[in-house]
């Protein structure tokens, strides 16, 4: 997996967890992407290494929602999503 689709990964796994991450990542990806990746490492907010995302030009894409069933906790999710990438299905397609 390419360290893109990890941050992917930490991100969407961040975000499924914190709904108010989630509902500005809709409003506006690149803004809250930018925001996310200026928080200092000790911010309950930080999501982790997400320095990659955004700087290509098919950086953004529509932020799912969390599948029924699948109630992890931010690392296990970040986990789960990092080694399932087929996950993705664009993602693999457009970034890799």
């Known amino acids: 997996m390419s360290i893109e689709q990890d ?3 930490r991100l969407i796994a961040h975000a ?3 709904p ?3 509902a500005k ?3 506006d990806p690149k803004a809250e992407i ?3 990746k200026q928080l200092p490492t000790d911010d309950p907010d930080y999501p982790g290494d997400i320095s990659d995302l955004g700087s290509g030009p098919n950086g953004y894409f ?3 929602d969390l599948p029924e069933g699948l109630d992890l906790d931010k690392e296990k ?3 789960f999503l990092s080694e399932n990438p087929g996950i993705f ?3 693999q397609w457009c970034c890799v």
Do not use: S
Request: hydrophobic share 45%; aromatic share 8%.
């Open 20 to 22: 108010e991450t989630l």
């Open 62 to 64: 529509a932020m799912p």
């Open 34 to 36: 930018e925001r996310l």
């Open 89 to 91: 299905g664009i993602m």
């Open 77 to 79: 999710l970040t986990t």
């Open 25 to 27: 990542l809709r409003q």
């Open 16 to 18: 499924w967890k914190n």
């Open 7 to 9: 941050q992917w990964a």
